[in-house]
């Protein structure tokens, strides 16, 4: 019993988005953590990254996503689960070090709470938090957490900076695979105001304004009286009387 739980899964023999273990083939130091080569049973090979460093021979839980393209099954994304009970992360003095650019180094602690879009299982703007970053010149790629560890691949690069830890609103796209199950996918990191304005204007009713026209007969309390034809003015003539003859 105990040498079937130190065997890797065979995520193809069923197909089905899902955690599997997968077997650590070999470890890359990279500049913001570790890239993972991993391999099932089948000896096909998955790669993924993580912050943590374990070591080669251990197996990791792993969350395997699928789709069917062309009428054949492939793996779109691979993520290591932030919870492993299969082993345990190196201490991290262990950790090979690259030089970094100083925003690496930043983390936060955001009180924010972060939601769980598998508990609604659809799309939308959701908050999640920054688990880890990768820089590419001057763009960064995201890798975003739920309320339960999962993590997602943000879609979307961008040149803005956001410190691991810090929780953002994300928008995700969900679609449903063959079996009937959904993947998930974050497609973009958005700022609160725009996604403000988005859903305002969304629900915004339109109100007409309506333009009173005057009427002719609407006129002021001097027209009360009429307007005097032309001609038809009177003028008082005052004449001293004579002595009548």
Known sequence: MTE????PDAPFRNGITGKYK???KAVIPKLLGYEYELVDAE??????GHPKHYAEGEMLRCMVYFKVTSA???VTDTLICNKQDLTAALP???????SKPTEVNKTVSDPREIDNP????????????????EKTGNQYSYFVEDATGIRYKVGIRTKRFFPIGSVCLCQMKVSVLQ?????FKVITICKEKEVSTQTGNKHRKKHKVKHVKRSHTSSSSRDWL???YVGGHFRLIYTPMGNKR
């Open 179 to 183: 079996g009937g199950e959904k993947s």
């Open 43 to 48: 000896g096909k090979e998955y790669k993924s």
């Open 72 to 74: 054949k099954l492939v």
């Open 118 to 133: 598998k508990e609604k299982g659809k799309k939308g703007f959701y908050h999640l938090r920054i688990a880890d970053y």
């Open 226 to 228: 009429g307007t005097p």
């Open 4 to 7: 079937m739980n130190h065997l």
């Open 92 to 98: 991290e003095e262990k950790r090979i070090t690259e």
């Open 22 to 24: 997968l077997l650590i």
